[in-house]
């Protein structure tokens, strides 16, 4: 079944779905309706909206629960392991519990410093867990932890729900072995810089039914020439925003070859056959 899509148009060509996204960012939420209309105005009426630490889980419950065509999304990402409460894991089932959805943002880093391995992978194994217990998706932030991604999850396989990739930029190699576990790819409009031809070779492989796309707002603000509202500066940062999507899917449809109304309804497909049962009017969605 085809859930309604927030009384907005059933699968209008051209609607839009930010598949990771962070609203509740102090960068968005000061001019939140400002940022909504104009992605609304873009086209963009979904926005999957990932909580990164404890206290944005309220913050993004809140979102959601006023902002149509938001789905919430909960979960603890390396970045934010340092700040957790003895409670987190308790709290965050909790959350899963009154509102269903998908586990994330969860993931491994190499990339920052200082880290934590040992409490990085405890972290994201928890929350796996959980997300298989739950039979709910999870939403994964990998950064030069491609190798050790896969090593784990042989150990904690992910959930049958499946897995989104966000801001995919693993090898070519381990695409397979990841589309067996169910996931998905989703790729930033940071891939559209002309530097980055090799991710563009990489989202070529990915199997058409996998592929997704995102901002990652406000982070990962695409190039000049892929964007459509010009960037707020925040706090000494270039701001992204979700009306970014329509400029970045447009590129994405000319590398592909495909007309953006084509890539368009390929995209929503693969967004509802991954995440539909989330979408606020589905009446399989919400049901605790
Ligand atoms: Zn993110």
Known sequence: MIPPHNGLGASAPLDL??????????????GLEAVLDRSRAAGVRTWVCNGASEKDWPRVAEIAAR???????????????GSRSGQWLDQLAQWLESIPSAVGEIGLDRWIKPRDEAAQEEVFRAQLRLARERHLPVMIHCVRAWDWLLEVLRKEPPPAEGMLLHAYSGPVEIIEPLVQWQARFSFAGTLLHDHNLRLRETLERIPKDRLLLETDSPDLLPPPDYRVVEPVWFQGKARNEPANLRAIQAGVAAW???SETELAGLLWRNHLAFLGSFHPGNPAARAA
């Not at 979960?75 to 934010?80: E, F, Q, V």
């Open 17 to 30: 779905v930010d598949n990771h996204v962070h609203l509740q960012d102090e960068a968005l939420t000061s």
């Open 67 to 81: 902002q149509p065509g938001v789905i919430p999304c909960f979960g603890l990402h390396p970045w934010h392991i």
């Open 256 to 258: 592909l070859k495909m």
